[in-house]
């Protein structure tokens, strides 16, 4: 069964300080993996995707990573913000149209 | 481009009633999809559209739900009778060549749905 499991499902940290999150799959075949953040009352916004070939991608504070191997991607977010509070939505491509969604984790930053 | 639009931003309604819910993609995607989010199971890809035909509906709940896309600006999504368990943000999104694996889907500021 094609499934995206993510952790934890929540966290509160201090702003300045840096967190990871993480997202393991079971999802055959593997197309693409795509990370979200969502604001409270808001759509998901994309903050990167991973090919099977690529294992980093950046944007801005936020660092993807993906081991297509043992099947588990990271993000890490560097000098966390206030604004930084959100859920992060994992999702998986299993093909074409094929999309398998996180739960998600819900990030809290503190002043 | 003002974005993805969806109305209403919220819908309250009793058992029984239909609801439609309504979405105008970012001008120029050729994809569209519509999303159910809850705390319990999250986001759910519901149907999506390539080109206003639909491709993959495998995640509409049942027949009560239906969706559709007249033309390249505009898609509703209507549920008939509507029950206390379709409570749920309803997000529209679109996209430019869904199905590559680098493109990004845009999503809406959602529907806020209660059924009572």
């Known amino acids: 069964k094609n499934q995206v499991e993510q952790s934890p499902q929540s966290l509160i940290i201090l702003e300045g300080k840096n967190c990871t999150l993480q997202?393991?799959?079971?999802?055959?075949?593997?197309?693409?993996l795509r990370w979200y953040k969502q604001d409270t009352g808001r759509g998901p916004v994309s903050l990167t995707i991973?090919?099977?070939?690529?294992n980093t991608k950046s944007n801005g504070r936020y660092t993807a990573t993906l081991d297509a191997d043992t099947k588990q991607s990271s993000l890490h977010i560097t000098a966390s913000q206030l604004s930084d509070s959100a859920s992060y939505i994992c999702?998986?491509?299993?093909?074409?149209?094929?999309?398998?969604f996180g739960t998600g984790t819900r990030l809290k930053v503190l002043a | 481009d003002a974005g993805v639009i969806q109305s209403p931003r919220h819908e309250v309604t009793e058992m029984g009633q239909e609801v439609t819910l309504r979405c105008k993609p970012i001008?120029?995607?050729?994809?569209l999809f519509w999303y159910r989010q809850t705390m319990m199971r999250g986001l759910e890809l519901l149907i999506y559209?390539?080109?206003?035909?639909?491709?993959?509906d495998s995640g509409m709940p049942e027949d009560r739900f239906s969706a559709k896309m007249p033309n390249a600006s505009f898609s509703t999504l209507k549920i008939q009778p509507s029950e206390p368990r379709d409570s749920a943000v309803y997000f529209c999104?679109?996209?430019?060549?869904?199905?590559?694996?680098?493109?990004?889907?845009?999503f809406g500021p959602g529907t806020r749905l209660l059924v009572l």
């Open positions: 999702v998986v491509s299993a093909g074409t149209y094929k999309y398998i």
């Open positions: 999104a679109s996209s430019f060549e869904a199905g590559l694996a680098e493109e990004t889907q845009y």
């Open positions: 991973m090919t099977f070939s690529e």
């Open positions: 001008s120029g995607h050729n994809s």
């Open positions: 559209f390539n080109n206003n035909v639909p491709i993959d």
């Open positions: 997202c393991n799959y079971t999802v055959s075949p593997f197309s693409n």
